[in-house]
C-alpha cells in the first residue's frame, strides 16, 4: 500500500538546537517529494521539491534531502518563528497529480 | 507561487443543511483541487476540480455530497451538501500552476464546525 509516514510526531527544542525531521515513504514510481510548513489555522506554505535521490534543497535554516526510501528535513538553529507543523506530501506515477501526505511533525521552538 | 483565497473562511452550520465554499486565485492555472483536513489527520484528496467538465473524485467521496463547479480557470466552488458533524473539518483549495509542474499551493482553507 502506498504510504507517507511522518517522525516524529511532535518534536520541542531549545532555540539553537538543530534537529532532523523524517518522512519515510513506500510507493512505486515517485515523481516527487514534497515539504509544506503549516501554521495553525492557514493552509500548508510550499517549502521545497525534491525529485531524486540525492538532491538537496534549502532555504534559510531549512535543508531537505532525498533518499531512494526517505527525505529528511533538517533544522538548523531553529528560532521560535520555525515553530508550526511540517507536512511531507508524495507524487507518485500515473495520470493524476495527486499527492499522498503525512500526518505531519508539530515542531515547538522554546526561547 | 500563486496568491489563492477562499470563502467563507470559517463558518458553524447546522446538520442537513448545505454550505458552498469558493476558491479564487489570482493568475490562471492548469490544475484545482479541493482537499479536506480533519482534525488530528493529514490531508486527504476530495476531487480534482476539471474547468468545463465534471470533477474527478477520489475513492470515498461522491458528486452528491460533493458537488464541484469550476467555471473558468481561476475559480471554484466546493459545495458540502447535507450536512453531518462528521463533515466538520478544515476544507482546502489547492491549484497547480502548470501541467507538468507538480508543486501544488493551498489557500487559507475553510474551517466547518457542523452542529
Known amino acids: 500500500e502506498d504510504q507517507v509516514t511522518q517522525s516524529p510526531e511532535a518534536l520541542r527544542l531549545q532555540e539553537g538546537e538543530s534537529s532532523s525531521l523524517n518522512c519515510s515513504y513506500t510507493?512505486?514510481?515517485?515523481?516527487?517529494l514534497f515539504w509544506y510548513r503549516q501554521d495553525p489555522g492557514k493552509g500548508p506554505e510550499f517549502l521545497f521539491t525534491?525529485?531524486?535521490a540525492g538532491e538537496e534543497k534549502e532555504k534559510e535554516r531549512l535543508k531537505a534531502t532525498l533518499t531512494k526510501k526517505e527525505s529528511f528535513l533538517h533544522i538548523t538553529a531553529p528560532k521560535p518563528e520555525d515553530s508550526a507543523t511540517y507536512l511531507c506530501a508524495v507524487h507518485y506515477g500515473g495520470a493524476t497529480n495527486k499527492l499522498i501526505f503525512g500526518t505531519g511533525t508539530l515542531l515547538a521552538v522554546q526561547p | 507561487s500563486a496568491v489563492i483565497s477562499q470563502k467563507p473562511s470559517r463558518d458553524i452550520c447546522q446538520r442537513g443543511t448545505s454550505l458552498t465554499i469558493q476558491c479564487q486565485v489570482d493568475?490562471?492555472?492548469?490544475?484545482m483541487f479541493w482537499y479536506r483536513q480533519q482534525p488530528g489527520q493529514s490531508l486527504t484528496l476530495i476531487a480534482t476540480?476539471?474547468?468545463?467538465?465534471?470533477?474527478?473524485?477520489e475513492s470515498g467521496f461522491v458528486i452528491d455530497k460533493f458537488p464541484i463547479s469550476r467555471p473558468n480557470l481561476t475559480f471554484s466552488t466546493l459545495t458540502v451538501s447535507n450536512m453531518s458533524p462528521e463533515d466538520s473539518s478544515i476544507y482546502l483549495c489547492?491549484?497547480?500552476?502548470?501541467?507538468?509542474?507538480?508543486?501544488?499551493?493551498f489557500g487559507p482553507g475553510t474551517r466547518l464546525l457542523v452542529l
Open positions: 510507493v512505486s514510481g515517485l515523481r516527487g
Open positions: 489547492s491549484v497547480e500552476k502548470n501541467r507538468g509542474e507538480e508543486t501544488q499551493y
Open positions: 493568475s490562471q492555472v492548469t490544475m
Open positions: 525534491l525529485y531524486s
Open positions: 476540480a476539471n474547468q468545463g467538465s465534471e470533477a474527478t473524485y
